[in-house]
């Protein structure tokens, strides 16, 4: 059973400065600091073909369990990408996220389509939960660069 999941974000920078970070490794980790660990997380940002096998524990309590991704679809000009995800309880995580620009900065869109058998409707709430969590996170990652940006350029 898969069920789907559908999230917009709004941001008052450039989506390049969105996409940049919403594709960063270091930026991930700090995003869901406090929800999930990872374990032997790349360093730099994802690109085009890449395979990872990570481990993962939720709220970095539980016991660390495998979780593989699989970039399938990378648009770095266009700022899109889709990932294959499984692991954890978890048989297919289909991630599709996608960052434009606005009239008022730019808009982070994310479409998630999980099944995870009987425990769908769970993972389903988890995952609605965790991606909504990493907006605050974000905003503050992104008020950080323009500050040190800022600081650059005085």
């Known amino acids: 059973m898969m069920q789907t999941i559908h999230l917009v974000h709004d941001y008052d920078v450039s989506a ?5 970070v919403a ?15 990872f ?6 940002k994802v690109c085009a073909g890449q395979s990872l096998t990570v481990m993962v524990s939720l709220f970095g309590k539980l016991p660390a369990q ?14 899109s990408l889709t990932s294959s995800e499984r692991g954890a309880g978890v048989k297919s ?4 996220l996608r960052v434009q ?3 008022t900065g730019s808009q982070l869109i ?3 389509e999980i099944d995870a058998g009987w425990m769908t409707r769970v993972f389903a709430a988890w995952a609605k939960f965790l991606y909504r969590k990493r907006h ?3 905003v503050r990652i992104l008020n950080r660069r323009r500050a040190e940006q800022d600081t650059k350029g005085a």
């Open 110 to 112: 994310e479409t998630i």
């Open 39 to 44: 374990t032997g997380l790349p360093k730099g």
């Open 93 to 96: 995580w289909h991630h599709s």
């Open 16 to 20: 390049r400065d969105v996409w940049d």
């Open 66 to 79: 495998p979780y593989h991704m699989e970039v399938v679809e990378f648009d770095d000009e266009g700022m």
């Open 136 to 138: 605050e996170p974000r």
């Open 23 to 37: 594709i960063d490794y270091t930026y991930l980790a700090e995003v869901m600091e406090g929800r999930v660990t």
């Open 101 to 103: 620009d606005t009239a």
